[in-house]
């Protein structure tokens, strides 16, 4: 059957796993409903997974699916569900963006047919990568080479999501001028006598 349509098994599998990449990406961006659109996001992760393991990247397809699609992607949801987003101002926005967006769509394929083109990449000019063997850990490669060769960069990058951090944290903790608060100390400390005051008043009489 492979024969038949000139393709091997991966090659099938991997044309399956794109396809489905592209098209959930082109529903992200085009689909109305913000939760329809995060849910083909969690599509097109699952599609990139499935691509990361025919490269034999196993710890990378995992990672996606477990930190991306199962924390980042349900964080997402569950506040696009809370904020009740109005759909009437981005339907009303979508038409007339539209032809900017489709301008600036077609200027990033064509430069990426001009970088990804076949007379610069395919596997006439880069050779298929070549199979390992059934002990081979993904996951040990990666940290042999991230704590190798590229220690420094990566600890170049853990200050810098270091000081990310701790930006937002002081961004969070500043002081806001006409920003009302609670205090739960005073307010488990207040007495009767603090909030209520008793009036005698004499009757009246009509």
């Known amino acids: ?14 044309y399956i796993f794109s396809s489905m990449l592209v098209i ?6 085009t689909v109305r409903n913000p939760v329809r659109a995060a849910l083909f996001l969690v599509l097109a ?20 699916v477990l930190v991306y699609v199962g ?15 109005n759909m009437v101002p981005l339907q009303e926005g979508f038409t007339r963006y539209l032809p900017l967006g489709l301008a600036i769509a077609v200027i990033i394929v064509f ?20 199979a390992h063997t059934a002990d081979y850990s993904n996951t040990k490669a990666i940290g042999s080479i991230l704590y190798t060769d590229y220690v420094y960069p990566f600890e170049v990058a853990a200050v810098i999501l270091l000081v990310a951090i701790i930006a937002a944290i002081a961004l969070t903790f500043r002081r806001r001028v006409g ?28």
Request: no cysteine.
């Open 179 to 206: 920003t009302k608060t609670q205090k739960p100390e005073e307010q488990v400390a207040v007495r009767r006598e603090d909030r209520v005051r008793l009036v005698k008043m004499k009757a009246e009489k009509r």
């Open 1 to 14: 059957m492979y024969e038949l349509i000139g393709l091997s098994g991966p090659q099938i599998v991997f």
């Open 24 to 29: 959930s990406a082109l529903m992200v961006i």
């Open 45 to 64: 992760f699952f599609s990139a997974s499935a691509i990361w393991l025919l490269l034999e990247a196993e710890f990378l397809a995992i990672t996606l």
């Open 71 to 85: 924390a980042v992607m349900v964080l997402f949801l569950f506040v696009v569900m809370m904020l009740d987003i």
């Open 111 to 130: 430069e990426l047919s001009l970088v990804l083109g076949p007379e610069n990449f395919g596997l006439e000019k880069f050779a298929a990568p070549a």
